[in-house]
């Protein structure tokens, strides 16, 4: 039986990257990864442009909602493995204590609610930052997590937050 990673990623409102984060990483961590997000100060509502950036890829949307970090760190969460950060103002905040203590690491991106513009340039931003999260997330996917060490393992979750986005760098 192949063990199961349980993933954290965090933003301040848990309505557009963390959201977009939690669904590539169902999509391309299945079966290896479980996926979560939430955020510190949740907007309780996905961003309209994120329903639609999803649909667009082809993503089941249903069950998607926003919550707070909070639901994490209660009795009766699940234990989490991994632990991202994707804006910097979540990264800046005391986290709740993991308990497991969780490996963490930023992969910020920036924040696509405040692009401003017509819808179809809007829609194009979105597809730009949701591309920056996959491409973090396709290259956490492949290490090989059960047979790195911690502090190897803590160094390449670093360093895939500093990763270009795709095209760049």
């Known amino acids: 039986m192949v063990r199961r990673f349980n993933v954290l990623f965090l933003c301040t409102g ?3 990257r963390s959201i977009m984060a939690e669904c590539a990483l169902r999509r391309w961590g299945a079966g290896r990864f479980e996926a979560f997000s939430a955020g510190s100060h949740p907007k309780g509502v996905v961003h309209p442009m994120t329903i639609e950036t999803l649909r667009r890829l082809n993503y089941d949307i249903a069950g998607l909602r926003s919550k707070s970090w909070d639901e994490f760190a209660a009795p009766g969460a699940p234990p ?4 991202f950060t994707v804006c910097d103002q979540a990264a800046q905040e005391v986290c709740p204590v993991w308990p497991g203590q969780p490996l963490t690491a930023h992969w910020g991106v920036e924040d696509p ?22 491409n973090r997330i ?7 997590i059960t047979s790195l060490d911690r502090l190897p393992l803590q160094r390449r979750l670093e360093e895939i ?3 270009p986005p795709p095209g760049e760098g």
């Open 14 to 16: 848990n309505s557009a």
């Open 80 to 83: 989490l493995d991994f632990v």
């Open 113 to 134: 609610v405040r692009f401003e513009g017509p819808d179809d340039a809007k829609l194009r931003h979105w597809l730009r930052i949701y591309s920056y999260l996959e």
């Open 138 to 144: 396709k290259i956490f996917v492949s290490l090989p």
């Open 161 to 163: 937050g500093r990763t």
